[in-house]
């Protein structure tokens, strides 16, 4: 047989993922990102963005994902006119989280500090605080993962930020003061967590407000 004369058969080109396909971690940090930058731009409340990233991390095939954010626009959303006045940092709430942890003990972060995506704080029997007055934001969005077991999560916040949260506290207290930036710009941190004969609170600091905020972070970051 004279392979030569043999037509060639066209190679298809690679489509999305099937459906039925197993979904990579790198699959669910892509549908993660498009749900933070949704609840950022206050397209989900945070219930809802607490519920669809539960069901994001217990998804097991791509087809599980995709029904997630098929209401949402793609990653980034849609083109803001005109330069932030922020001047967040590379680093998006899809980087390593970072966690805090008091047992029969006590931890705290506070001061001028950069504030990554995420951050988990547990406490039991023992005693947690954030304070976010004075740190810098590497990105809009950064979102706390609390619990509190018999112990306390305090959260404080500047006064001009957007702060929203989700959580349940049974036999315990779970309190987040909700506000809203009238700048679209401003840092996003949403809340969320539960408590066990516990408290987990998070509030605006008074008279504590984001300043120069591009300035700081330039100087912070060597630029």
Do not use: C
């Not at 987040?176 to 408290?199: H, I, K, Q, R």
Request: proline share 7%; net charge negative; charged share 25%.
């Amino acid at each position: 047989m004279d392979l030569e004369k043999q037509p060639q058969q066209p190679v298809a080109p690679a489509g999305p993922a099937p459906a039925g396909i197993r979904a990579s971690d790198a699959d669910r940090d892509r549908i993660a990102d498009i749900l933070r930058d949704a609840v950022a731009e206050g397209r989900l409340t945070a219930d809802e963005h607490a519920e669809r990233v539960d069901l994001v991390y217990r998804a097991k095939t791509v087809g599980e994902l995709e029904p997630l954010v098929q209401d949402l626009p793609a990653a980034g959303g849609a083109a803001r006119p005109g330069a932030s006045p922020y001047s967040y940092g590379p680093e998006g709430a899809s980087g390593p989280a970072e966690n805090l942890v008091a047992v029969f003990s006590s931890s705290t972060r506070k001061g001028r500090w950069r504030v990554g995506g995420r951050t988990n704080a547990f406490s039991l029997f023992g005693s947690v605080e954030i304070d976010l007055t004075e740190a810098l934001f590497g990105q809009r969005l950064t979102v706390i993962n609390a619990t509190s077991i018999f112990g306390s999560v305090e959260i404080k916040v500047p006064e001009n930020i957007s702060l929203r949260g989700s959580g349940t506290g049974i036999f315990g207290n779970f309190e987040v003061d909700t506000l809203e930036s009238a700048d679209p710009e401003a840092p996003v941190v949403v809340v969320n967590g539960y408590s066990v004969f516990g408290n987990v609170e998070a509030k605006p600091k008074r008279g504590k407000l984001i300043t120069n905020l591009q300035k700081q972070l330039r100087k912070h970051l060597g630029h």
